[in-house]
């Protein structure tokens, strides 16, 4: 008798334990991550177009519908969303640097940042136009075809033949102001931009030449 008792109070004690072993693991269960709240276009217009005491409005470079006018800046309207909020989300890291983007950046929460980019993804781009006649076929050349001999791909091959990009992976290039681009991809090329892998390893065989002729005919995409 003693003996079944003894038992029995083994097994009592072992379903206690794992019921106690069960609760602590149900309490170290990480809570489930919440979900971005969905992004809100006409928030991301008062945000975009709004004028930070001791600052600047996003608008006052890239324009009220994200269409700049200076060339040195780039055109936001219709890009992809996810690429502008990853590029927002870098310049506040440090992972992309910009003496002007930096702090601007780093003064939005996520949540803004992804009602930007949603705003300015739904505007309609207006078109760019190359200019360079000289150069144009070159540029084409490159961007529709890349070179061969040199192993450089086409630019088309990411970003679409019209330069509409693939989204969430490839930026929008089509209609982009040529200066932006020439900067963009010289800074690609001097390892001054760095959160691109693929695009550093492309401008790195470029020479001004043959970037300033891609970024002109880029230009002129639609």
């Given at each position: 008798m003693?003996l079944?008792?003894?038992?029995?109070?083994?097994a009592?004690m072992?379903?206690?334990?794992?019921?106690?072993f069960a609760?602590?693991e149900?309490?170290?269960?990480?809570?489930?991550?919440?979900?971005p709240?969905?992004?809100?276009?006409?928030k991301?217009?008062?945000?975009f177009?709004a004028?930070p005491a001791?600052s600047?409005s996003c608008?006052s470079?890239h324009n009220?519908?994200?269409?700049s006018?200076i060339?040195?800046n780039?055109k936001l309207?219709q890009q992809?969303?996810?690429y502008i909020l990853?590029?927002?989300q870098?310049f506040?890291?440090?992972?992309?640097?910009?003496?002007i983007m930096?702090?601007?950046?780093?003064?939005l929460?996520?949540?803004?940042?992804r009602?930007i980019a949603?705003?300015?993804?739904?505007?309609?781009v207006?078109?760019g136009?190359?200019?360079e006649k000289?150069t144009?076929?070159?540029g084409e050349?490159?961007y529709r075809g890349?070179?061969?001999?040199?192993?450089?791909?086409?630019?088309?091959?990411?970003?679409s033949?019209?330069?509409?990009?693939i989204?969430a992976q490839?930026?929008?290039?089509g209609?982009q102001?040529a200066?932006?681009?020439v900067?963009q991809l010289?800074a690609f090329?001097?390892?001054?931009?760095?959160?691109?892998?693929?695009?550093t390893?492309v401008?790195?065989?470029?020479n001004?030449r043959?970037?300033?002729?891609?970024?002109d005919y880029?230009?002129g995409?639609?």
């Open positions: 003693k079944f008792a003894n038992i029995l109070l083994a009592l072992g379903v206690a334990a794992s019921a106690s609760a602590d149900h309490a170290a269960a990480p809570a489930a991550a919440a979900k709240a969905k992004p809100d276009p006409a991301g217009d008062t945000v177009n004028t001791n600047q608008a470079c009220a519908d994200g269409n006018a060339a040195a780039p309207a992809h969303p996810e990853k590029q927002l870098d506040k890291a440090g992972a992309r640097k910009s003496a930096k702090p601007l950046a780093s003064a929460s996520d949540e803004d940042m009602n949603w705003f300015v993804g739904s505007k309609k207006k078109p136009f190359s200019k000289d144009v076929a070159l050349k490159i890349g070179i061969g001999d040199r192993q450089i791909p086409a630019c088309a091959g990411c970003h033949p019209n330069g509409a990009g989204p490839y930026p929008r290039l209609g102001n200066e932006y681009v900067a010289t090329r001097e390892n001054v931009r760095l959160n691109s892998i693929p695009m390893g401008a790195a065989k470029l001004d043959e970037i300033k002729a891609v970024a880029i230009a995409l639609r």
